[in-house]
C-alpha cells in the first residue's frame, strides 16, 4: 500500500481507535500501533461514560461492552450529607473497558486500519523539523515507518508528547494516582447512579468513587492527588472499606475479583497539541476532565477531529501546524471554556477545608453539581449568602469572580 496518505496512530485506546475511525472516513490510509499485544488489557478505569456528548453521536458506544445503565450521581459531602442528580431516562453507562477498548479497536481495523501489537514507538523520524514517521521496536527489531501524520494517542505517560516537546514532564499535582476494585457480591443503595464520596480522611484532593456494574457488582476506587498523600491510594481505599458507614453499608460482603491502578492528568490540556507533521489527542493531550477524572468521551470526540483533520491535511500534502491547527481550533470550541472553568473550579475545591464543603453541600443541588463541573453559571449566591457562613461566602466570592455564581 503507498504511504502518500497515510495516518500513523500510536496507541488503540479509546483515542487512537477514533481516531482512526474518523482519519479513514476521510479517505487517508491508517495504521494503529499499540505496544500491548490485547488491545484493552490490562483495565485502568472506573468505566463510567456520558451517553451522548458533542459529536458523541458519530462514534456510538460499543453495545457489547454496557455492563450497567446510568441516570446520573449521588455526592456524599464529607459529613456525609448527599445530594442526588437523576434524569429521567438513561444518560450514561458502565461499561466493560475490555470489551469496549477492543470492539473500538475492531470496528477501526473493520473499517480498513492497518494495525501493529506488541510494537512500541520509541522515536520520530523527522525531514527538515517535520516529523514524518515513528521508529518503532517490534519482535526485538528495530523499523522506521512514514506517515503524512503522525497521531500521539498513546495515554497519559505519552512518549510522542515528550518526543515532540508538547510536554515534556508534569508536576507532581498534575496527577492524580488512583486505585480500584472490581468487587462482586455488593449491595448497593442504588443501582443506576455513580456514587463519589468527597473529604480530606477518605481522599485528599480526590474522591471515591462507588459505581454499579450489574449482577451485584460494582467498580469502586479512589484518586487522590499527587505529591501529597502520606499513605498511598490503595491504602487509602482500602480503609475506606474497612472503616466508612457507607462501605460498611453497602460493601461489608463485597469480594476483590479484580484490581486496577492507573494515572490521570488533572492539569487541563496542553497549551498546544499541534507541531509539524504531528498531533496529540486524549490522555496525552490532557483531555481529561480536571474534576470528574473523565476522559473516555473526550478522547473519542476529540479523536474523530483529530482523525478527519489529520486525513485532510495529509491528503491536500499540508501537514504543517498552521494546517494541523485546525484541529485546535475545533475541539478548544466544543469543549475550551469547559476544562479552563473547570480547571479554576478545581484549584478552589482543593482549597476548600471539610466543614466548608459540608455546607456547600447543603445549598446545592445535583443540577447545579452539573452545571458547575461543566463550567456554567448556577443561582446559588443568594443561598451562600443567607447561611452567613464566613468561608462560604469567601468561596461565593471567589466562584463570582469567575463568573460560575
Ligand atoms: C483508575 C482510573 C479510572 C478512570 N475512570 C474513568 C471513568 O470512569 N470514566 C472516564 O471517562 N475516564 C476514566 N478514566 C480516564 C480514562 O481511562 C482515560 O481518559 C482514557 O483511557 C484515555 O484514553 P486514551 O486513548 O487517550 O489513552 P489510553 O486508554 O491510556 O490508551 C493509550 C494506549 O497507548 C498505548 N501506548 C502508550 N505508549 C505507547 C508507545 N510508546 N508505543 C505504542 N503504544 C503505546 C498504550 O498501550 C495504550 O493502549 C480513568 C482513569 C484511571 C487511571
Known amino acids: 500500500m503507498s504511504d502518500d496518505n497515510r495516518v500513523i496512530v500510536v496507541g488503540a485506546g479509546p483515542a487512537g481507535s477514533s481516531v482512526a475511525l474518523g482519519a479513514l472516513r476521510a479517505g487517508s490510509d491508517v495504521t494503529i500501533i499499540d505496544r500491548k499485544t490485547n488491545v484493552g488489557i490490562p483495565v485502568q478505569c472506573g468505566e463510567a461514560i456520558g451517553k451522548t456528548g458533542p459529536g458523541l453521536a458519530e462514534i456510538e458506544i460499543p453495545e457489547e461492552s454496557i455492563r450497567a445503565p446510568l441516570r446520573g450521581f449521588r455526592v456524599y459531602s464529607p459529613g456525609l450529607l448527599s445530594v442526588d442528580y437523576a434524569e429521567k431516562e438513561t444518560s450514561g453507562y458502565i461499561v466493560d473497558r475490555r470489551v469496549f477498548d477492543k470492539e473500538l479497536f475492531v470496528r477501526a481495523t473493520e473499517a480498513g486500519a492497518d494495525s501493529l501489537l506488541g510494537a512500541r514507538v520509541i522515536d520520530l523520524v523527522r525531514f527538515n523539523g517535520t516529523v514524518t514517521g515513528v521508529i518503532i521496536r517490534h519482535e526485538g527489531q528495530r523499523k522506521t515507518m512514514k506517515a503524512n501524520v503522525v497521531v500521539g494517542a498513546d495515554g497519559v ?13 508534569y508536576k507532581p499535582s498534575d496527577i492524580d494516582s488512583c486505585f480500584a476494585y472490581e468487587m462482586s457480591n455488593c449491595n448497593l443503595d442504588v443501582t443506576d447512579l455513580m456514587q463519589f464520596l468527597l473529604g480530606s480522611e477518605v481522599s485528599p484532593r480526590g474522591y471515591i468513587w462507588i459505581f454499579p456494574k450489574g449482577n451485584n457488582r460494582a467498580n469502586v476506587g479512589i484518586g487522590i492527588g499527587g505529591g501529597i498523600e502520606t499513605k498511598t491510594a490503595k491504602e487509602y481505599l482500602d480503609h475506606f472499606l474497612q472503616n466508612h458507614d457507607v462501605a460498611k453499608k453497602q460493601l461489608s460482603k463485597a469480594r476483590v475479583i479484580e484490581t486496577r491502578v492507573g494515572a490521570l492528568p488533572v492539569c487541563g490540556p496542553n497549551k498546544t497539541n499541534v507541531v509539524d507533521g504531528a498531533l496529540l489527542v486524549g490522555d496525552a493531550a490532557g483531555h481529561v476532565h480536571p474534576i470528574t477524572g ?17 486525513a485532510e491535511c495529509s491528503a491536500k500534502g499540508k501537514v504543517g501546524s498552521s494546517h494541523l491547527q485546525q484541529y485546535e481550533k ?47 453559571k448556577v443561582k446559588i449566591f443568594m443561598r451562600a449568602m443567607a447561611t452567613r457562613d464566613r468561608k462560604l461566602i469567601a468561596l461565593m466570592q471567589e466562584l463570582r469572580k469567575l463568573r460560575m455564581v
Do not use: H, P
Not at 475541539?331 to 480547571?343: I, M, N, P, T, V
Not at 455546607?359 to 461543566?374: H, N, Q, R, Y
Open 157 to 169: 505517560n505519552s512518549q510522542i508528547a515528550r518526543l515532540t516537546g508538547l510536554r515534556n514532564s
Open 294 to 310: 473523565g476522559g473516555m468521551g473526550y478522547a473519542m470526540v476529540c479523536g474523530n477531529i483529530a482523525g478527519r483533520v489529520a
Open 330 to 376: 475545533e475541539w478548544r470550541k466544543l469543549y475550551g471554556a469547559e476544562f479552563d472553568q473547570s480547571l479554576k473550579l478545581r484549584e478552589l475545591l482543593l482549597q476548600t477545608d471539610d466543614a466548608t464543603l459540608d455546607k456547600l453541600g447543603e445549598i446545592v443541588t445535583g443540577e447545579s453539581i452539573v452545571k458547575m463541573t461543566a463550567g456554567k
